[in-house]
């Protein structure tokens, strides 16, 4: 490829490939990592109780237990009493561990195939949700990630001690930056491929908007507002056109900034509060991974901005009122630090 | 993987990737992405979690017939109650049985498990006598519900104590 190109003899010039390998890549602060860890492993807690909640059951009455491709491939037990409750216990501790950023690593890598695991024990009986692409992806990537230390990032597995405040690292990482696009790339891919399905289940047409889908959905799970909106197809319609039109738009999130990549992700939260209004479904694995997009790394120097400016205007009327002068040092101090 | 990455600090306290590092994440993003495709152009739910996202893109004709099965059960207490089908209900859920709605259909006393399920779960609530897995068709006329649904009894089960 860089052959046909003969004028690009420069050194400092990238070629094709270093730009996509780049664009995979980006450098982003390790406090967003940090940030996911703790959201992402309490969030898994959180969805082994209210969401794929039933693996333990299976456990108890595996009489429907179907195994998917993945459990068959890998040759995984059929889910009994033992091998659910051990797979509940281990989850919930390491999630606890990897939420607190201590061993992230060796905390991640138990957590992604054993929620792997929990996940495909729990859809396992003929049914398969489409919400956890982007959760079982990121708990895969993140465990690739090595924590900041002292000396920069040797990432040492089974290092207890933080040394430094991992939600606070601003040291930007090609390695934090990949798993951030791959967590990205699977939400996106999760709305681009509802609408590569859509197409496929129109036998390849585009006539799936025009269907009755959402009627048959919503006499299915009957609802107060569905019931409401039965009674105007036309609406139904431009639901689906609207949402059709939106997933195969929805790589563009991939490429836009700031303010335009806010507005695309609201956009789809808001896809998802019309989809919990109109069928009840929620697809709260897929939104919390929309944090991916979200530049959680500047919480903290935000928050120690904030504390500073106080401080100050505190220590100015303290030190007005004769307070001992540590408050004033400890305000320059917290100052400094939100500066570096 | 993370094993074979070399990392070398820049002048700005970047951490960059070495050749190998990066070139094995970039593969692997695009491995992940083609299964992901492939699994949307050719495969089933089976291929989970590189599976199609299937869930509501399917076709609906504007006539045709919405089916929804549910379970009514007669308790000792003398009440018609629909049986709650999902986990904290009968411990069984309805997506579940409307896969197994021919089995049933064939041999009733599948739904013994349904009234077991809410017996243990629901000790102190009164106990079904009687289930009957009923079949409601709602009729599409121009993409519109008109009319109620026809309730088909397809199943009757007397359950045993």
Partial sequence: MSAATPTSTSAPEISRGQRVANWFTPKIALARIAWLRTILYLFVILDMHAFVRDTRLKGEHPGLYQPLFLARLFELPKPSVANTTTLYVVLIVFCLIGAANRMPRLAGWIVAPAFTWWVLIGMSDGKVDHDHLALVVALWVLPTVAPGTKHGTKGCTFQWRREVSPYADQTR??????????????????????????????????????????????????????????????????MQWAGIIGEFCSPVILWLKGRWQLLGALFFIGFHVANTAILMIHF???????????????????????????????????RDAGEPEDQAEDSRQAKEQAGA | MAGVVTKQQERTGDVRLGRIGKGVRVLVALAGIGLLINGSVRASDDAWPFGPMSQYAGMIADDASITYTRITARTDAGTTVDVPLNIEGAGVARAEIEARTGEIVKDPSLLQAVADGWARKHPDKPKYVKLELIRDTTTLVDGRVVGDPVPEVLATWRVRR
Avoid: N
């Fill in chain 1, 284 to 318: 709260l694995p897929t939104v919390v991974c929309w944090l991916a997009f979200a530049p959680l790394e500047r919480i903290v120097p935000w928050f120690q901005r904030r504390r500073s400016v106080r401080r100050q205007a505190k220590g100015r009327s303290d």
């Fill in chain 1, 173 to 238: 990482s090609e390695a934090a930056g990949w798993a951030i696009r791959c967590v990205q790339i699977s939400v996106i891919a999760t709305y681009f491929l509802s609408a590569v399905a859509k197409l496929r289940g129109a036998g390849w047409t585009l006539g799936w908007p025009g269907s009755a889908i959402l009627t048959w959905a919503i006499v299915r799970r009957p609802h107060p507002v569905g019931e409401w909106l039965l009674q105007y197809p036309w609406m139904l319609h431009t």
